[in-house]
């Protein structure tokens, strides 16, 4: 073997390394790596990759690199013209795969040889033979380069392939399907898209298949295409487009009729306005056409004079009734998707209305309030179904039609005891317009009955009464709410009034007493508001106890949050009607009586109304007091008044005493200090509020930080001051000012 090569004194020690370890597959691959360095040739290097599969036949490294190596032999020549080179690389591949027939890279590399070659059949058998080779965990390798060459090739070998391939790998069906389609093989591609649909793989197959169907009418006949279509309808997937595709395979064979039928029984059965949309569009395009059609046929036959004017006005007409039908199908529609839609109905009655037939709006409302069951109704209540179908008689003035449906209204089933109620007002109501008074009066009675704690029926009834019936009457209806416990506070002040205006004052207020009772605070407070204002009102000053007694009543279960106004109105009372005295003891419970927030408040009223009714001395003991009770911040608000008010009886001192006793509560009050100096003041009381004010800022900047900041601040301060003393000019100085305040550094 060593004479077909040329050795050359470089191959020397390759030669003896490979012959001294012939079994050795590193010597080997040096030899052959040496070899190709030196340019020794291709046959050179293939005889040396013969000699060492001679010692190493099982190699696959060794294979791979030699299969390489003769693939780029050939890799640049013509596959016709080469074909005996080609031959050879193709029984080289067949060598090695007698012994490495699980290597699927070579088998790769094998078929990607063969697809270069012409023959088909040879190439379509090695990925066969590949794929019977190599375990299944291995054939997504080979699939990929198995389907670009089934693509290249086309026709039964693709279609047999792609079969094959999706045989072994189901959810990837939809390549072949694509593929189909590319190549308008549309029967296999509605075949598969079956099959896909059967297994449930793919949520869009019955859209896809319905589109091929519809376009390509003539290609799928050999398909029971009917029997598919109406399957899907069934299935209720996609049922616009499967019914319009039936419809076009009729047409495509020319059954006009049958096609007629099948879009009128879609139009009735879908059951969405999406599918229904498609469904009336398709068939009014197929009635345009035929009218088209018939245009163009009774041209030819007008022009040969025989013309058939009654065959055009009945296609005419056909497609005018189709689209006069057009809203009442969409409204089936909506009706079939929810027979429980009150807007849907109301909607249809419209329909109706606009072509004023009474048969079939009056049917209409009959199948509404039949249909709609009061648990499931959307877009409105059944209540306002009854109401809408009791109006369209009342608008008309039909009032026994009218009165015989509200009376089926109020006795049927009802969403709710709301509903019955609307109804009975709505009813009692229409009859009150028309003045129906007794009738009005029968109605809101058997309302009152069934409706008992409908407070909307009761200040109907109660309305009536007023206007029509007697006190008696009234009054009865006005305690029968209070009884059931339905009445609001304004059921309340509204009783109190009428038993006012008709003079039972004792009544009227008996009737706060029990709202009072009844509703607890904070709702009590408004009704003793109105109460106590209604009784000093009635009886001012003549039974002064009884209304001190009052008060008291109110005072006595009232929280501190509610009492203000109530304090306020018995101060106001005792200062028009009682003693002054007696006036400002209210003022002072006051004080201790009301919310935390509203003291200050109120011991600013006491104060104002004590120097009102007992001079500005006397507010004295008020505001030591409220000083005393109320926390800093108000503390400090009442002292600045406290010292406003010794200011006016000229105390300047005590003023200032004040003004010293609040400076250490943290409240800034050193402008109002510092203008009270002002107006009041001189040098000496000027430097003690200087003092205090230094002492209650060092009081309340105990942080390190902020005293550091305020030492640097200040004996900087004082290093100016110097500085501008050494620059003063040595001239006579100018006249002092005797009003000028001396003030030293430490004052700054």
């Known amino acids: 073997m060593a004479s077909q090569i040329d050795i050359t004194d470089d191959d020397l020690r390759f030669e003896e390394e490979v012959l001294r370890e012939p079994y050795k597959l590193k010597g080997w691959l040096r030899y ?38 003769r693939l780029s032999l050939v890799h640049t020549k013509n596959v016709v013209l080469s074909s005996e080179d080609y031959r050879r690389v193709n029984l080289c591949f067949e060598r090695a795969l007698l012994l490495l027939h699980k290597m699927p890279r070579i088998w790769i ?34 699939w990929p380069a ?3 060459f089934a693509r290249r090739v086309g026709g039964i070998v693709a279609e047999r392939v792609y079969a094959r391939y999706v045989q072994m790998w189901p959810d990837r069906a939809e390549e072949f399907i694509a593929w189909c389609v ?30 091929i169907m519809r ?21 209720g997937r996609g049922a616009g487009e499967l019914w319009t595709a039936l419809a076009a395979h009729f047409v495509a064979r020319g059954l006009v009729e049958q096609a007629r039928d099948i879009y009128e029984e879609a139009v009735v059965k879908v059951d969405s306005v999406k599918d229904f949309a498609m469904v009336f569009d398709a068939y009014a395009a197929f009635e345009e056409a035929d009218v088209a059609a ?3 046929s009774e041209a030819e036959r007008v022009a040969k004079g025989n013309a058939d004017d009654l065959l055009m006005d009945l296609k005419l007409l056909r497609l005018e009734r189709l689209m006069d039908r057009r809203p009442f199908l969409a409204s089936d529609v909506v009706l079939r998707q929810n027979p429980h839609s009150v807007a849907a109905w109301v909607k249809r009655v419209a329909l109706w209305r606009e072509k004023n037939e009474e048969p079939r709006i009056v049917e209409t409302f009959e199948d509404a309030v039949l249909r709609v069951v009061p648990a499931k109704a959307s877009g409105g209540s059944v209540a306002e179904l009854w109401l809408a179908y009791a109006e369209y008689f009342g608008a008309s003035d039909r009032v026994k039609e009218y009165r015989d449906v509200m009376d089926r209204a109020v006795a049927a089933p009802l969403g709710s005891k709301e509903e019955l109620a609307d109804l009975y007002v709505a009813y009692a109501e229409s009859e009150l317009k028309r003045g129906n008074i007794e009738y009005t009066r029968r109605i809101l009675t ?19 009464e007023e206007g029509a019936g007697s006190v008696a009457a009234t009054r009865a209806a006005y305690d029968r709410v209070l009884e059931l416990r339905i009445a609001t506070p304004q059921t309340i002040v509204d009783y109190a009034q009428f038993l006012e205006d008709h003079s039972f004052f004792e009544d009227s207020f008996r009737v706060f007493e029990r709202g009072i009772s009844v509703f607890g605070y904070p709702v009590a407070i408004d009704l003793w508001n109105v109460y106590l204002a209604r009784f000093v009102k009635r009886y001012a000053g003549e039974k002064l106890e009884r209304t001190r007694d009052l008060f008291e009543q109110a005072l006595g279960g009232c929280p501190a949050a509610y009492a203000q106004s109530i304090f306020l109105a018995y101060g106001r009372v005792e200062e028009e009607y009682g003693l002054a005295r007696r006036a400002l003891r209210v003022y002072e419970r006051a004080t201790q009586g009301v919310a935390r927030e509203n003291k200050l408040e109120m011991f600013r009223y006491y104060a104002a109304k004590t120097a009102e009714l007992l001079g500005l001395p006397a507010t004295r003991a008020v505001y030591e007091r409220g000083i005393a009770e109320l926390g800093d911040k108000d503390a400090v608000a009442l002292v600045l008044d406290y010292a406003k008010t010794e200011c006016r009886l000229a105390e300047i001192d005590r003023a200032r005493a004040l003004y010293k006793y609040a400076a250490p509560m943290g409240v800034d009050m050193w402008a109002v200090w510092h203008e009270f100096e002002v107006q009041h003041g001189n040098e000496d ?30 004996q900087a301060q004082r290093a100016l001051a110097l500085a501008a003393a050494a620059n003063i000019d040595d001239s006579a100085p100018g006249p002092a000012n005797p009003d000028a305040l001396a003030i030293d550094d430490d004052d700054l």
């Open 32 to 69: 052959i790596d040496h070899k190709r360095a030196s340019n020794s040739g291709g046959r050179s290097v293939t005889v040396l990759f013969e000699r060492a599969l001679k010692r190493l036949p099982g190699s696959y490294k060794l294979w791979k690199q030699y299969l390489e190596h």
């Open 109 to 142: 590399m094998y078929a990607g040889l063969m697809t270069r070659q012409p023959d088909v059949s040879a190439a379509r058998r090695v990925f066969d033979r590949a794929l019977r080779a190599l375990p299944v965990t291995q054939h997504h390798r080979v």
């Open 146 to 148: 198995y389907l670009r």
């Open 182 to 211: 590319a190549q308008g093989r549309w029967a296999e591609a509605s075949r598969r898209l079956i099959v896909e649909i059967d297994s449930g793989r793919s949520g869009s197959a019955w859209r896809r298949l319905a589109q």
């Open 215 to 235: 376009a390509q009418p003539e290609a799928v006949a050999e398909l029971r295409v009917e029997d598919i279509l109406r399957d899907g309808i069934a299935r």
């Open 294 to 296: 018939a245009l163009e």
């Open 446 to 464: 058997r309302a009152t009955a069934h409706t008992a704690k409908s407070l909307r029926v009761w200040a109907l009834l109660i309305d009536l």
């Open 685 to 714: 009381t000027f430097k003690e509020m200087l003092r205090v004010k230094r002492s209650v800022q060092a009081k309340f900047n105990t942080d390190p930080k902020v005293l550091a900041a305020l030492e640097v601040e200040k």
